[in-house]
Every structure is written in structure tokens, then in C-alpha cells.
């Protein structure tokens, strides 16, 4: 009798430990649940900005037979683009590097036929200026330099015309994340509202690439040949949902 007792006593506080046990687990399991609420939004900012930095590479080419009266007339067309570039407020200053590449068609092995005109000569004055607008406004007259018989040619790798970049990204950055992110904020707390839970605190976050981008989007026109640029960002959030 005493050994079912001592049985029976024993299967009582086996079932009830089962059952604490299993609200316990139970308990872990919902708070892994709620824990695992979340909503992930995202936010984004824009500023309109300007170009704050001109790189131009000015080439010009010269072509003959006598390599003498080549180097001459090279020599003569740099002065005739310096005081073009003089004019339009780009001083010596604003020439960063000078280059000149020489090529003897008939010193290359592999050539085949005659040459109309043995040496070409290019010379490039690279051009570095704050001044945007004034670069823009010389880009623009090259036919003063044509004229005057400048033979002007395009910078392998670079194209004919100015660059123009923005570098003040850290000027704006600040800013447009607190945007950004309020943006986001606002369409969470909107989510949760609709599904009756309240905004809690930021899970995880991720601020995204800056994206600099032409303003006016064209076909063929990059965004490096124009001043005026759209500077974006795209933040994504996690935000917890309490009940």
C-alpha cells in the first residue's frame, strides 16, 4: 500500500515538473516570437547640389613631315590656348600637368602603304578649377581656338569636354541620413499603427551608398559632364513592433 502511495506520489511531481516545464518552454518560445517582430522600412534623401571642381583635359594636335616645323607649330598653338584660357580666367594656375606623345608612323614595324604625314604630335594641358562655371564658359568657345587653326582633339579616355565632380559629400551627409532616417521612422510608426503594436526601438540598420547623379538624365550624357547633380541616399531599417 505504502509502495502505491510512494508510486502514485512520484508520477505526481513527474507530471506536474512535465507541465511546468513545458510552460516554461512555451514562455521561451513566445518570447522568441516577439522578439523576432520586426518591420524593415526604408528611407531616402535627396539634395540638389553644384559641381565644385572642373577637371579639363585641352588637346591639340600638330602633323608634318618635318618634325622641327611640327614641334613649332605645337609650340605656337599652346601659346594661342593659354591665352584663350587667360581670357576666359583660367590662368597658368589652373594648368595642373602638361603631357606631349609623338608618334613616327614610319618608325612603326608593322605599318603597310605610305605615310600622308610622318609625325603627329599631341600635346594635352590638363586643367584642374574650382571655378566651374568659368571652365563651362570656355568649353563652350573652343571655336575661338578652331579659328585660329588649333586642331583640337579628344583625351582618350576622358572625351573632348570638362568633368565636373562634386567632393563635398561630407558637407550634406549628416544631414541627409537624419532625413533618411526619419523618413523611415515615419513609414515604420505608420505600419504599426495599422497593426495595432507600438514602434520600438532600431534593430538593425544599414545606411546605404551615396549616389551621385546627373540631374537631367539623358541618353548619352553622363553625369560627370554636368554641373548640376542630384546627390542620394537610401537607408534601410529595422525597427522592433511591441505590443
Given at each position: 500500500?505504502?509502495?502505491?502511495?510512494?508510486?502514485?506520489?512520484?508520477?505526481?511531481?513527474?507530471?506536474?515538473?512535465?507541465?511546468?516545464?513545458?510552460?516554461?518552454?512555451?514562455?521561451?518560445?513566445?518570447?522568441?516570437?516577439?522578439?523576432?517582430?520586426?518591420?524593415?522600412?526604408?528611407?531616402s534623401?535627396?539634395?540638389?547640389?553644384?559641381?565644385?571642381?572642373?577637371?579639363?583635359?585641352?588637346?591639340?594636335v600638330?602633323?608634318?613631315?618635318?618634325?622641327?616645323?611640327?614641334?613649332?607649330?605645337?609650340?605656337?598653338?599652346?601659346?594661342?590656348?593659354?591665352?584663350?584660357?587667360?581670357?576666359?580666367?583660367?590662368?597658368?594656375?589652373?594648368?595642373?600637368?602638361?603631357?606631349?606623345?609623338?608618334?613616327?608612323?614610319?618608325?612603326?614595324?608593322?605599318?603597310?602603304?605610305p605615310?600622308?604625314?610622318?609625325?603627329?604630335?599631341?600635346?594635352?594641358?590638363?586643367?584642374?578649377?574650382?571655378?566651374?562655371?568659368?571652365?563651362?564658359?570656355?568649353?563652350?568657345?573652343?571655336?575661338?581656338?578652331?579659328?585660329?587653326?588649333?586642331?583640337?582633339?579628344?583625351?582618350?579616355?576622358?572625351?573632348s569636354?570638362?568633368?565636373?565632380?562634386f567632393?563635398?559629400?561630407?558637407?550634406?551627409?549628416?544631414?541627409?541620413?537624419?532625413?533618411?532616417?526619419?523618413?523611415?521612422?515615419?513609414?515604420?510608426?505608420?505600419?504599426?499603427?495599422?497593426?495595432?503594436?507600438?514602434?520600438?526601438?532600431?534593430?538593425?540598420?544599414?545606411?546605404?551608398?551615396?549616389?551621385?547623379?546627373?540631374?537631367?538624365?539623358?541618353?548619352?550624357?553622363?553625369?560627370?559632364?554636368?554641373?548640376?547633380?542630384?546627390?542620394?541616399?537610401?537607408?534601410?531599417?529595422?525597427?522592433?513592433?511591441?505590443?
Amino acid at each position: 500500500m505504502i509502495g502505491n502511495r510512494t508510486a502514485l506520489a512520484a508520477a505526481t511531481f513527474l507530471a506536474i515538473g512535465i507541465a511546468v516545464a513545458g510552460w516554461s518552454a512555451g514562455r521561451e518560445v513566445a518570447q522568441v516570437r516577439l522578439a523576432d517582430r520586426f518591420v524593415t522600412v526604408k528611407g531616402s534623401a535627396e539634395r540638389e547640389v553644384k559641381a565644385n571642381l572642373a577637371l579639363w583635359p585641352v588637346r591639340f594636335v600638330a602633323t608634318g613631315d618635318d618634325l622641327s616645323a611640327v614641334q613649332a607649330k605645337t609650340a605656337a598653338d599652346e601659346k594661342a590656348v593659354l591665352a584663350f584660357l587667360e581670357r576666359y580666367g583660367l590662368g597658368a594656375d589652373a594648368v595642373v600637368s602638361r603631357s606631349l606623345d609623338l608618334v613616327d608612323l614610319l618608325a612603326q614595324a608593322y605599318r603597310q602603304g605610305p605615310a600622308d604625314q610622318r609625325y603627329i604630335l599631341t600635346r594635352t594641358l590638363m586643367i584642374r578649377s574650382p571655378d566651374v562655371e568659368r571652365v563651362d564658359r570656355a568649353s563652350q568657345n573652343l571655336a575661338e581656338l578652331l579659328d585660329q587653326g588649333v586642331t583640337l582633339g579628344g583625351e582618350p579616355g576622358m572625351g573632348s569636354g570638362p568633368n565636373y565632380l562634386f567632393t563635398r559629400l561630407n558637407d550634406v551627409k549628416t544631414e541627409m541620413i537624419a532625413e533618411a532616417t526619419a523618413k523611415a521612422r515615419e513609414a515604420a510608426t505608420q505600419f504599426a499603427t495599422d497593426s495595432g503594436a507600438t514602434l520600438g526601438g532600431i534593430r538593425r540598420a544599414n545606411q546605404g551608398l551615396f549616389q551621385i547623379l546627373a540631374r537631367d538624365e539623358a541618353p548619352g550624357i553622363m553625369e560627370s559632364r554636368q554641373i548640376d547633380k542630384i546627390v542620394r541616399v537610401v537607408s534601410t531599417l529595422d525597427w522592433e513592433l511591441v505590443d
